[in-house]
């Protein structure tokens, strides 16, 4: 039941409550939640079931008052743009032992909408909570929000799209969880975010999870940073540091991955900065990017295919390149050798030479061309034997009887 208003007797005004000169108790659509009493209700369910019938709406939670504990999730259920607003950074935690999100929003249709913003929502050491939840939603944003040290993942998201994700700060996931874990969805923007302490920074899988947009965030201190399964999305502008396992994967068709930065730092070494799954990773763009001491820069393995691999820089990469698959473009960048050449010698009474190709991946036989720049003497015919890892080996019929030069060079583009 709304709260009795023995106070404010008339309107707020800046002084008595920071800046809800324009939110005081009463005023229809707008509920005020207060924990000291002081507005239409002291608990946020309770105000967000009082707009049941609205069209539109708001609650308003003042922080500075004390914790908001809840011991149910809070549920922002098929509401019609709605907002629900911390003025004051009001801290929400959980009861002890549960694990569900602090706050879910679901059942948001096309068009309805729904806002959630600056709250501070608090796990207490990863003991409580879940965070915030989005289960079958469009036209959901999360702006300015905490999320800090819970159970679960920090933001889950199921079935949703066309959210956007502006400026969140999500700081702790439990033990073995991702701590933004989007499973299924499209067309959703992640933008100038601070993701850190999990299993995977921002995972993107389930049905069809394309076309979404991941830029200008900060990941740290995960154990992976980017992990997508989906196709048709731009992964740009991100930094990425403090990871041990793989800074981007991708998985999935027709992605832009650009201007990333992935590190080293604070001697956590990322064992891949940029690595392509098998099979299905096909016409993806991974251009200019910056990956500095990763233990392998790019990997794309077999079956991944017409993927362009351009203008990035590799520094201090101990293996810079792993490619299992030819069919793709890589020229361009920084710290990988794609193409080679020289001058190899069959020396008289030999039959062949093994050629160091100086290379950053294992060559196919279309990319390496060889030609003799004076006659093969005794010898009839040539041709490369053995490709590997390292060396190439040109081999003649028969003893040529005196020196034989050859010109050779290896070129992927």
Not at 167 to 177: D, E, I, P
Request: glycine share 12%; with cysteine; proline share 4%.
């Amino acid at each position: 039941m709304p709260l009795p208003k023995p106070w404010p007797g008339a309107l707020v005004n800046w002084e008595d409550w920071n800046d809800l000169s324009d939110n005081y108790a009463g005023k229809a659509a707008t509920k005020i939640v207060s924990a000291d009493g002081k507005g239409d209700y002291t608990t946020i369910q309770e105000a967000i079931d009082s707009l049941a019938n609205a069209d539109r709406g708001a609650v308003v939670i003042r922080g500075g008052v004390g914790t908001y504990t809840i011991d149910e999730k809070i549920e922002i259920d098929g509401k019609k743009r709605f907002e629900l607003i911390g003025v004051g950074w009001p801290r929400i935690q959980t009861e002890v032992g549960m694990t569900d999100p602090h706050i879910e929003i679901k059942n948001i249709g096309n068009y309805e909408m729904c806002k959630v913003k600056g709250l501070y929502l608090d796990g207490v050491d990863k003991t409580q909570g879940g965070g915030v939840k989005i289960s079958a939603s469009t036209w959901v944003d999360l702006e300015y929000n905490i999320v800090y040290n819970v159970q679960n993942h920090c933001l889950e998201v199921l079935n949703s799209g066309l959210l956007r994700v502006f400026k969140n700060a999500f700081l702790g996931a439990g033990v073995g969880k991702d701590v933004i874990n989007h499973d299924g969805g499209a067309d959703s923007k992640y933008i100038h975010n601070e993701i850190a302490y999990g299993e995977k920074g921002i995972h993107f899988h389930g049905a069809l999870p394309d076309r979404n947009i991941v830029l200008i965030n900060h990941i740290w201190e995960t154990v992976d940073g980017i992990y997508n399964t989906g196709a048709k999305s731009l992964i740009e502008i991100n930094v990425i540091e403090k990871i041990p396992g793989i800074g981007i994967y991708q998985y999935g068709n027709s992605n832009t991955i650009s201007g990333n930065q992935i590190s080293e730092e604070g001697g956590v070494v990322p064992t891949v900065g940029i690595y392509l799954g098998d099979t299905w990773s096909d016409d993806n763009s991974i251009n200019n990017n910056t990956l500095r001491g990763c233990t392998v820069g790019i990997r794309i393995d077999a079956g991944s295919q017409y993927n362009s691999v351009q203008i990035n820089k590799l520094y201090d990469c101990a293996t810079p390149l792993i490619l299992n698959e030819p069919l793709n473009t890589i020229r361009n960048n920084v710290g990988i050798v794609t193409e080679n050449g020289g001058i190899a010698t069959i020396l008289d009474t030999t039959t062949e030479i093994e050629v160091p190709h100086g290379c950053d991946y294992t060559p196919a036989a279309q990319d390496i061309d060889v030609h003799p720049i004076e006659t093969l003497n005794n010898a009839t015919f040539f041709w490369v034997d053995t490709i590997g890892a390292a060396t190439v080996k040109i081999k003649v019929d028969q003893n040529p009887g005196a020196d034989v030069d050859f010109k050779w060079s290896v070129r992927r583009i």
